[in-house]
């Protein structure tokens, strides 16, 4: 039994050395494999490689699957659009703001996927609706409430949002110029004017992208309205 015994201890002992060993020889192939980046003749160093490659993709495949469910939490639209709108009572926001914040203008596209108008060949979320109008028509805030965003975007262009009641927010892009006078704080009626349609920023034409925002949720702003009743109140 004794003997049993010392030669279990002898073999581990062996083995603990071969395994101080194998961590020596794998150190010595980091430092050679550092100084020599290509080595045919270090094995050790390739497959150390292969190890170090697999962990940055696991590291990619993470930040990966960060970045799509941050997108997805992010532009959840006409799905959640109802289950938002209709936590909200009728003569409440959103139910209250304007469907078309404009003196006049031309639906031209919808919420929801779209091919870019940009040129880019891939089916892009639209995160609000745009209205094509002559530069210059007046841009009306949707409902009460108090600009929270008034600056300069190289997308956006000129832009505004207005915070009102309930969580929701409205927001106006690619005005041609803002109201004097109106900044971040400023309390808007609905109905009062603050931008004039134009093209600034990403855009192809003068028109007014506006957008209805709850929480992280992009909801279509004609929530309420019938596909063919659209067409018609925006005639
Ligand atoms: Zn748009």
Excluded: W
Aim: contains cysteine.
């Amino acid at each position: 039994m004794v003997a049993v015994d010392k030669g279990q201890k002898n073999r581990k002992i062996l083995l603990d050395s071969i395994r101080t060993a194998r961590k020596y020889k794998m150190l010595l192939a980091l430092m050679i494999g550092m100084s020599v980046s290509a080595c045919a003749t270090m094995p050790d160093t390739a497959a150390l490689q292969g190890t170090l490659a697999k962990a940055s993709d696991g590291i990619r495949g993470g930040f990966g699957k960060l970045k799509e469910k941050a997108s997805g939490s992010g532009n959840n639209s006409n799905n959640n659009a109802a289950l938002i709108t209709n936590q909200f009572p009728s003569n409440e926001v959103p139910h209250t703001l304007l469907k078309k914040p404009l003196a006049e203008g031309r639906l031209t596209s919808g919420h929801g996927f779209r091919f870019s108008p940009t040129g880019v060949p891939i089916p892009k979320k639209h995160k609000g609706i745009d209205y094509a109008a002559p530069a210059g028509t007046p841009i009306y805030a949707a409902g009460d409430g108090v600009i929270v965003k008034h600056y300069v975007s190289k997308s956006y262009g000129n832009y505004v949002r207005i915070e009102h009641e309930n969580g929701f927010y409205t927001a106006y892009a690619h005005m041609q110029a803002f109201v004097e006078g109106q900044g971040v704080g400023t309390i808007v009626k609905k109905g009062e004017m603050i931008g004039a349609v134009g093209s600034t920023g990403r855009s192809s034409g003068p028109h007014l992208h506006y957008e209805l925002i709850h929480g992280n949720n992009f909801i279509d702003p004609l929530f309420e309205i019938a596909p063919e009743e659209q067409q018609a109140s925006v005639k």
